[in-house]
């Protein structure tokens, strides 16, 4: 285990902001959190990042990141119908999706291409395409950086929500995710229910779909609006469809009957922020480095040398003229440090 001093994590974002760290210790297996522990390293102040796909560094990290890199995808139980896998959190979400679709274990391939590792997944429970996290996960492993001891996590003790768990919540900063445990099933259970999906297999029979047809229309759909960090650095969805409620919604009908609106619930509506962020004339717009994506206008993306201040700043001029033109409130989906 290695720790090195002023560490330049411009590498280590998703949204290449050039920040350093205090310190920075890779690690490589569990062991290595309880050594760290003991000599009184570790504490909620710890940031803990796998490849960083959903932070926004507004400055430098006064203190020690951890990078989790353990490795590990293993069966932990399986029956005729399904199998559970225990996957370590150091392992690409993006692996992992190869390796079910591989196998043929249904659940996760709506989840294709998202960036970021598998510890990352239950804090925002990821989704993408009609699918979220919770609808296969199982439990979790834990390190308490308050007493040092590992804990597991029931789905309900995660309290899931739309990009949301316990841990972004009540347990914010405080626990080290170390493995997840996913149940996924060995007979078919494709779900193009999501709009884009629904569209692009229009002439086939959901029946007739095979996992790897799914996943390559995921891919294609997701390419088509998303950028590829590896080209142009962002970090997904930088804001939450906004939830309002029903009367509000139906007062937004009326004004733009072309507005994408989604029921939540009986007395909820969620709205797609990129629709309001397009319809506000933000879509593709370029201040020196810090961008709106020209096919995606929920993500913000820096074409080089924006500072994680100037990120920050277009956003809050969004939402401030989000709220003035539509009366909503965009809240953030990534966490600014
Ligand atoms: N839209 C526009 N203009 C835009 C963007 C979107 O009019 O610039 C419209 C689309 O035409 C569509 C609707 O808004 O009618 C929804 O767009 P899209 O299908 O692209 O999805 P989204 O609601 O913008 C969410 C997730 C994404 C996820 C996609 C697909 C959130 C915050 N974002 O985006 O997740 O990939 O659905 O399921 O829920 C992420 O979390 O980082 C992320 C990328």
């Known amino acids: 285990m290695i720790t090195k001093p002023d560490f330049n994590l411009k590498e280590f974002n998703t949204l290449g902001i050039n920040a350093r ?3 920075c210790t890779q690690i490589e297996n569990e062991e290595d959190l309880e050594i760290l522990f003991n000599e009184g390293k570790i504490d909620e102040k710890t940031l803990v990042i796998g490849e960083a796909s959903n932070i926004l560094f507004n400055s430098d990290f006064d203190g020690l990141v951890l990078i989790i890199t353990t490795r590990g995808i293993n069966i932990y139980s399986e029956t005729q119908k399904e199998i559970i896998l225990d996957i370590k959190s150091g392992e690409n979400w993006n692996n992992l999706v190869d390796y079910t679709v591989k196998n043929k274990y249904w659940g996760i391939e709506n989840l294709s291409m998202i960036p970021g590792k598998v510890g990352a997944a239950p804090i925002q429970n990821i989704g993408a395409y009609g699918t979220e996290l919770k609808d296969v996960f199982v439990s979790l492993e834990a390190f308490d950086t308050q007493t040092g001891k590992i804990e597991k996590f029931t789905k309900e003790e995660c309290e899931f929500d739309y990009r949301d768990s316990i841990f972004k919540s009540k347990y914010k900063g405080r626990y080290i995710i170390l493995s997840i445990k996913l149940k996924l099933s060995k007979t078919p259970k494709p779900n193009i229910s999501y709009k884009a999906l629904k569209d692009y297999f229009r002439e086939n029979d959901e029946k007739t779909l095979s996992i790897e047809n799914i996943q390559q229309a995921v891919n294609e759909v997701r390419s088509s609006k998303l950028p590829d960090p590896k080209e142009i650095k962002n970090s997904g969805s930088f804001f939450k469809n906004p939830i309002i409620d029903n009367t509000k ?6 004004k733009y009957p072309d507005i994408p609106l989604y029921k939540v619930g009986n007395d909820s509506t969620k709205v797609a922020a990129g629709w309001l962020i397009e319809k506000a004339g933000w879509k593709g717009k370029r201040f020196g480095d810090a961008g709106v ?4 206008a929920l993500v913000l993306v ?7 201040e100037e990120i920050l700043q277009l956003s809050q001029k969004i939402a401030t003229d989000i709220l003035n ?3 909503i409130k965009l809240e953030r989906e990534v966490w600014v440090i």
């Open 325 to 327: 033109k539509f009366g």
């Open 302 to 308: 820096n074409y080089g040398n924006a500072s994680g």
């Open 249 to 254: 919604a139906k007062e937004l009908k009326r």
């Open 21 to 23: 760290a205090k310190y």
């Open 293 to 296: 994506h020209k096919k995606q």
